[in-house]
């Protein structure tokens, strides 16, 4: 659609984008950074982050305390995020009331990649980064990563590299941003600004800084089957990558790149229409019920707090911890700070079927109690197994035996993937995409529908749709060959 510019003049939309996605997914290996090269730059970048994390009490926590009336934990400068307690009251779920430690940031931080044609390939400025609360050491990270409090430097430390290409672009140059929100479960409404511009002016791409490394989208679909290499953020921003990546049709090298690019191409050729599909949404939000309160963390039921950690007394769901951290990788040298430390892996699972030679997504209109509209779209099956070792059958999230049942050869993508290491402490899942049968039903479950990635990509656009663990399926299910 064309705009107007303020100038009298019409701008038309770029045509040339789609097929400019298309050109970079298909290079997997670089032009401006080979994938040696890029093996190279990962172990170097290893080497050279001194990343020291130690287990501490809260006791030992600088800058950071409990609040003596509410318990809750803070930053004396009121900034950053703090741990506070949350009542919830819901009709979903065999669970109805709850109470629990939930990370409260207000704050919008910045995760953005910055894309440029590097001898006619469109390649993103990709960040080796390090964090507290990673399993391995660096992850493969947007251009910028970095919450408010960070990037106005409440913390004294160096300024966040390449951040005024995120700041105030130039609207010519934004491919996307969406406010986009993060874990529901461990998060109140969370919100990131998902961003990707294109540099208009770049100086230097052959002298950048050692952390950073220009990768084409298809050098990514490659790394993300690599366990813990991709950050959460990376894959959350690429996600929100305009449509048309896939490339086309009669590009495709395989029957399965043939049935993602009719999936992601065609508006037509999926079971329900965009109306339908924005219909159950409402319907979904409109009729479960979550109400949730801020509760005193000291008030909170069934948690007990020791010298090192609040945790369940079941000894399910997660803990609240304390680290302290020694690092050279970043703009602070040491600090202290909480964790929220998940109990057990946690499997991500997306069913996909073709429909007519046309790829479809099997997606959970999920509720969480730190959603902002009550429910957001999720893979099929996202849960911790181990939290219901003790369930009753009927009371385990559907169709999640057939996930941890499926056959080998039904798994078109299978990795362990991180989630965001500087709030979580070894946060990570089994996330895959499993191939299922044209038969295969839905089991007329009203919160389960299935979606072409037309339809996923149309969502994307916008703020509350689809859901942080859906997005980076969404990611991975881009590169499937």
């Known amino acids: 659609m064309e705009r107007h510019t303020g100038t009298g003049l019409l701008r038309k939309p770029d045509v040339t984008l789609p097929h400019r996605l298309a050109r970079s997914a298909a290079a997997t290996d670089g032009v401006a950074t080979p994938n040696a090269v890029v093996a190279k730059w990962i172990e170097d970048r290893n080497l050279a982050h001194r990343h020291e994390v130690k287990r501490i009490e809260f006791g030992e926590l600088r800058q950071w305390g409990f609040d003596a009336g509410s318990g809750n934990l803070r930053h004396e400068s009121g900034r950053f995020f703090g741990v506070e307690g949350l009542a919830v009251d819901t009709d979903h779920g065999p669970v109805t009331h709850w109470s629990q430690p939930i990370i409260n940031q207000p704050e919008i931080g910045i995760l953005g990649i910055l894309v440029k044609e590097i001898d006619g390939v ?87 800084p050692d952390d950073f490394r220009w990768l084409t989208l298809g050098q990514l679909h490659e790394l993300l089957k690599q366990d813990n290499l991709v950050n959460m953020d990376a894959r959350t921003v690429l996600s929100c990558m305009p449509a048309g990546l896939e490339g086309h049709e009669a590009d495709a090298v395989s029957d399965l790149a043939a049935a993602v690019a009719r999936s992601s191409a065609q508006p037509t050729g999926s079971l329900h229409t965009r109306t339908e599909v924005l219909s159950w949404i409402t319907s979904r939000q409109a009729q479960h019920v979550v109400r949730t309160s801020p509760l005193p963390l000291g008030e909170v039921a069934n948690w007990v707090r020791t010298p090192a950690e609040i945790s369940h007394e079941l000894g399910l769901f997660f803990s609240i911890i304390a680290v302290d951290i020694t690092t050279n990788g970043r703009e602070v040298a040491q600090w202290t700070q909480p964790l929220v430390r998940p109990h057990g892996a946690g499997v991500v699972a997306l069913l996909v079927k ?22 957001e779209l999720a893979p099929t099956v996202q849960c911790t197994p181990d939290n219901y070792v003790l369930t009753p059958a009927a009371d385990r999230p559907p169709f999640l035996d057939m996930v941890l049942g499926r056959r080998d050869d039904q798994v078109l993508f299978s990795a362990q993937l991180s989630e965001e290491g500087g709030r979580f402490h070894h946060a990570y899942s089994d996330y895959q995409i499993i191939e299922v049968p044209a038969d295969f039903p839905d089991a007329g479950l009203a919160d389960f529908r299935w979606l072409t990635l037309n339809q996923l990509n149309e969502l994307l656009r916008h703020s509350h749709y689809v859901n942080v663990q859906a997005r980076s399926l969404i990611a991975c299910l881009r590169g499937l060959r």
Not at 146 to 162: D, E
Request: glycine share 8%; aromatic share 8%.
């Open 122 to 208: 469109l390649h993103c400025l990709m960040q080796a980064k390090s964090e507290p609360g990673n399993v391995n050491g660096v992850q493969v990270s947007p251009t910028v990563q970095a919450t408010k409090s960070n990037y106005t430097r409440v913390h004294g430390g160096r300024p966040v590299p390449y951040l005024d290409h995120f700041r105030d672009p130039d609207p010519e140059t934004v491919l996307a941003d969406v406010l986009q929100s993060e874990q529901g479960s461990w998060f109140y409404r969370k919100r990131n600004r998902n961003m990707i511009v294109e540099a208009a002016e770049f100086a230097g791409e052959d002298d950048l």
């Open 354 to 375: 073709r429909v007519d030679g046309v790829l479809h997504a099997l997606l959970n209109a999920r509720v969480e109690p730190g959603y902002l509209d009550v429910v």
